[in-house]
């Protein structure tokens, strides 16, 4: 990453940026088997996040599909919300300004909005949220909605899609490992640093992690800042 670059990946955004990895886990999720012939165009926002984490992922899948996906620790019922305000800035960002007050109709990728969750709270396999739950008036008819689709991918759980993804499983099983050791009394460089040793020997994204392992470090130190960050 560049000097300039204001913004970190998070482990998510990093390891899945393989667009094998990508597929592969897409795939699972959808049920559908996109080929590695599919163009896949990632194009992640970078100025629209709290403080310095990306986590992330927006990309276009061939021409017809734009897909968000956040990995989260913590449940969040304004995800719909947050999601809207991003797709408008991502279309904007794609659509020439200039092509909206034309005649012609402008014709924009469908989207589909995807959260994968791996915290500690009780959280069912799938779960729907909606911007519609949000609205104060009830009563009104309702002429905006967003559906926000929730797949919890801890071990033990949505093994329909962990099952077909060794890439998600294998991030699901490192990070449920720092978690572990930090639960178990180690500080979080420790427990980091166990997790490391436990995956490669066990080989659990061992390839990244040999090619990552001080920037691994350096990226969850971000993201337990920031997580600590939003307790408080």
């Not at 088997?33 to 310095?52: A, H, P, Q, W």
Request: proline share 3%; charged share 25%; aromatic share 10%.
């Amino acid at each position: 990453m560049g000097g300039n670059r204001a913004y970190r990946d998070s482990i998510f955004t990093s390891y899945f940026k393989d667009e094998g990895r990508l597929l592969e886990m897409y795939n699972a999720i959808s049920g559908k088997n996109y080929g590695r012939v599919t163009e896949v165009r990632i194009n992640t926002l970078e100025n629209v996040l709290f403080r310095d984490r990306i986590n992330d992922l927006s990309f276009l899948l061939g021409e017809k599909l734009i897909v968000l996906i956040e990995a989260q620790t913590s449940l969040n019922a304004n995800m719909p919300l947050r999601l809207l305000l991003y797709i408008a800035r991502l279309y904007e960002k794609m659509v020439e300004n200039a092509a909206m007050y034309r005649r012609k109709l402008v014709k924009i990728p469908k989207p589909e909005f995807i959260v994968l969750y791996n915290g500690n709270e009780d959280c069912p396999d799938k779960k729907t949220l909606r911007l519609s739950n949000a609205f104060e008036d009830a009563d009104v008819p309702n002429l905006l909605e967003l559906v926000v689709t929730v797949y919890n991918v801890n071990p033990g759980h949505s093994p329909e899609i962990l099952e077909h993804s060794r890439s998600l499983r294998d991030y699901a099983v490192f990070t449920a490992k720092v978690r572990e050791c930090k639960a178990a009394g180690m500080t979080l460089d420790e427990s980091i640093e166990k997790a490391i040793n436990y995956c490669e020997k066990c080989d659990i994204m061992s390839a990244y992690l040999a090619a990552h392992g001080s920037g691994v470090m350096n990226m969850l130190l971000t993201e337990w800042d920031f997580d600590q960050y939003i307790k408080i």
